[in-house]
Structure formats: structure tokens, C-alpha cells
């Protein structure tokens, strides 16, 4: 990438791997369960993820809401947090697809829901409510700066759900992020939970795709309802050697990513008119404010280092009142540099 892109880790390009092994990836007919790479792919990622079985989805919001669809039924509830990409990101797709309500609650600092609140949110047997099946959760929590969830928060949501007969479902867009971060298998931050969707194309470099991972018989269904998405693939072989690069190189070397964002977040505090905790700085997100004291527009900034320095910055966060930067395999330390050294001299 020839571009500073600081946008989102969506932006980022396959690498010179991926491409080749897109180039020469064996393929067949996914729908009959022929593509090789698809099921290898599959395959490893299950193992990964220490689940029974897994699907190849095209994104993260059709992982998310094949999950959701296939755990509830129409008039069904999930339990959620206010700011869950679920829930915020994804069109309302599980209410316009599955007549499923969402029921919130708010999300805390550290990206969890308090215990009690889930508690508190699971209904009754009562025929005036909605009846309560799924619980949802986010890790790394996107909304408050990619916190990482402990797998022994998740473990206690987890006893709630076996206990009330819900089932659990973690959207782990980054969930490598997580791992990294807390420095433990990735295995253990998802055990107790019935699916687990995360992203090949984020962080991870993939062009495209995301995995559904599960009980065999919960794949099952989930390919019945990404058929019905019109989610499934043919030769989809092609973007899934890409794929099997993302979990095979590039979950290991994802500290390196937040180890920039530290960097970056460090350097950005000693620049004046930028409103910094560089202790928030958790995985690979940063959120910032500019001070009062600004002396140029936001959009004149923003403008000028791409202009000049080509720098691409404008992820806003919760209702634009932040900055939000995310750093990946194209950030690299000499331009995490580049990048302090620009927003210096057009501050100062």
C-alpha cells in the first residue's frame, strides 16, 4: 500500500502470499462441498478456534446474522450491548431479515455488560414478552478503542447462558486482536460460546471473507440460512487461499500492530492540541480528541495530510466527538513515524 491508511484494518491489502496462492488455488463447487481449499480452510479454522465444525461467509455482518438467525426465531430476543456492531452497523439485519428484537444494554469502559444487568435483562416465562434465546457479545469491543474481553468474563456470561438455556454468541471480528492483546490462546477466549464469528479481512489481511465456527450441528444450519442470504459460493477456492495465509502467517504477528498503535498514540500526546490517553491504547485502535485550541478546522486537517503527506485519517467514533485510528500490517514503525512527524508540523 502506497497510502498511510489509517482509516479502519479493513483497508488493508492482500500480500504478495495471499496473491499467489489466490492465483494457484485448487477450487471446486462450494455448494456441493467440493472446493478443496474452502473445506481446508474450514477445517483449520475450526481447529483454531477449538469448535467442532465451521463457514466460509462472505463478511463479518452475514456471519453475525447467520449466527443470529440460526440460534432465534422470529419474535425471538437478543441480549446485547448499546454499542455491539450488531446492533449499530449491520442495517438492523437481524430484525429485517429474522423479526428478531434486539434488547440493549449499556455498554462499559472496559467493553463489557455488567453481570447483573444480564441477569436482569433475560425475561420471564410470560406470554406479554418477547422469549430471550441468544446472548451476544463483542471482542475486541470496537466501540470503546478494541478492548479486549477476558476469557474469564466471557467464562461467567457463559454460566449465565447454560443456566437460563440461552445460547451465546461472540462476534470476534478481531478476536486474534483479543488474543494478542491478553496474551492467551484464542482457544480459551471463545469456549464458552456456541459461535463465534471473526474476520479474515480485517486485520488479517484477506481480501474478503469472514468464518462461522460452531457445533457440527450448528453449522448445519447456519449453511441452510447462508444459502437462504444467498451467501453460497462456488469456486470460492480463490479467496479462500487467501484465507488459509490470514490464519496461518498473520494471527501471530498481530502484537507487532499494537505495539505501533502504542507508539503512535505515545508520539501523539506530545503534540499539542490532541487529547490523548495513550494507556487506553489496548490492541491495534486509537481514540483521540483535538482541544478547543485547534487552530485549523478538523477538515482542513485532515485534507492537508493527505494532500501533503499522504496520510489518510477520518475514522470518527461515538458520534464524532473522537478520532478513531487503527493500525495493521501496512502501518509500519518508519510510518507510524511519518505520521507523528506530519501531525507535528501542521500543529505546531
Same mark, same amino acid.
Given at each position: ?8 484494518d %479493513?483497508v %488493508?491489502?492482500?500480500?504478495?502470499a ?8 485448487p477450487?471446486?463447487?462450494d455448494?456441493?462441498g467440493?472446493d478443496?481449499t474452502i473445506?481446508q480452510l474450514?477445517?483449520?479454522?475450526a481447529a &483454531? ?5 465451521? @463457514?466460509?461467509?462472505?463478511s463479518g ?11 432465534? #426465531?422470529?419474535?425471538?430476543? /437478543? !441480549?446485547?450491548?448499546? *454499542?455491539?456492531? $450488531?446492533?449499530?452497523?449491520?442495517? #438492523?439485519s437481524a430484525?429485517?431479515?429474522g423479526?428478531?428484537?434486539p ?13 447483573e444487568?444480564i441477569?436482569?435483562?433475560?425475561? #420471564? ?10 446472548i451476544c457479545?463483542? =471482542? ?8 479486549p474481553?477476558?476469557?474469564e468474563?466471557?467464562?461467567q ?7 437460563? =438455556? @440461552?445460547? *451465546? ?5 478481531r478476536?486474534?486482536?483479543a488474543a ?5 490462546p ?21 481480501p474478503v471473507?469472514s ?7 450448528f453449522?448445519y444450519?447456519? +449453511?441452510?440460512t447462508?444459502?437462504?442470504? #444467498?451467501?453460497? &459460493? +462456488?469456486?470460492?477456492g480463490?479467496?479462500?487461499?487467501a ?6 502467517e ?8 499494537h505495539?505501533?498503535a ?7 500526546a ?6 490523548i490517553?495513550?494507556?487506553?491504547v489496548?490492541?491495534n485502535? $486509537? ?9 485549523i478546522? !478538523? ?7 493527505? =494532500?501533503d503527506y ?7 467514533a =461515538? ?13 509500519? +514503525? ?5 505520521v507523528?512527524?506530519? /501531525?507535528r508540523?501542521?500543529?505546531?
Amino acid at each position: 500500500m502506497d497510502t498511510i491508511d489509517l482509516r479502519s484494518d %479493513t483497508v %488493508t491489502w492482500p500480500t504478495p502470499a495471499m496473491r499467489e496462492a489466490m492465483a494457484n488455488a485448487p477450487v471446486g463447487d462450494d455448494v456441493y462441498g467440493e472446493d478443496p481449499t474452502i473445506n481446508q480452510l474450514e477445517a483449520e479454522a475450526a481447529a &483454531m478456534l477449538g469448535k467442532e465444525a465451521a @463457514l466460509f461467509v462472505s463478511s463479518g455482518t452475514m456471519g453475525n446474522l447467520t449466527a443470529v438467525l440460526t440460534h432465534c #426465531g422470529r419474535g425471538q430476543e /437478543m !441480549i446485547l450491548g448499546d *454499542l455491539a456492531h $450488531i446492533f449499530r452497523y449491520e442495517a #438492523g439485519s437481524a430484525a429485517a431479515f429474522g423479526g428478531i428484537q434486539p434488547h440493549t444494554l449499556p455498554v462499559q469502559p472496559d467493553g463489557t455488560l455488567k453481570l447483573e444487568d444480564i441477569q436482569a435483562a433475560i425475561r #420471564g416465562e410470560n406470554e406479554h414478552f418477547p422469549r430471550t434465546k441468544l446472548i451476544c457479545l463483542e =471482542n475486541t469491543q470496537g466501540s470503546v478503542g478494541g478492548v479486549p474481553i477476558t476469557p474469564e468474563y466471557t467464562a461467567q456470561v457463559g454460566q449465565i447462558a447454560r443456566d437460563n =438455556n @440461552l445460547k *451465546l454468541h461472540i462476534d470476534g471480528a478481531r478476536i486474534f486482536n483479543a488474543a494478542a492483546a491478553l496474551n492467551v490462546p484464542v482457544q480459551e477466549l471463545v469456549a464458552p460460546a456456541d459461535s463465534v464469528s471473526f474476520c479474515l479481512s480485517k486485520g488479517l489481511c484477506a481480501p474478503v471473507g469472514s468464518i462461522l465456527v460452531g457445533s457440527k450441528d450448528f453449522i448445519y444450519e447456519a +449453511r441452510r440460512t447462508r444459502k437462504a442470504l #444467498g451467501g453460497g &459460493m +462456488r469456486q470460492a477456492g480463490v479467496v479462500a487461499a487467501a484465507g488459509l495465509i490470514a490464519l496461518r502467517e498473520m494471527t501471530t504477528r498481530l502484537a507487532d500492530d499494537h505495539a505501533n498503535a502504542c507508539a503512535l498514540a505515545e508520539g501523539l500526546a506530545k503534540i499539542p492540541h490532541i487529547e490523548i490517553d495513550p494507556s487506553r491504547v489496548r490492541s491495534n485502535m $486509537i481514540l483521540f480528541r483535538f482541544a478547543e485550541s485547534l487552530p485549523i478546522s !478538523i477538515e482542513e486537517l485532515v485534507t492537508r495530510l493527505k =494532500n501533503d503527506y499522504n496520510i489518510v485519517m477520518g475514522g470518527y467514533a =461515538n458520534g464524532r466527538t473522537e478520532i478513531r485510528l487503527v493500525t495493521h500490517y501496512w502501518i509500519t +514503525r518508519d510510518r507510524v513515524d511519518h505520521v507523528i512527524h506530519a /501531525m507535528r508540523e501542521l500543529l505546531t
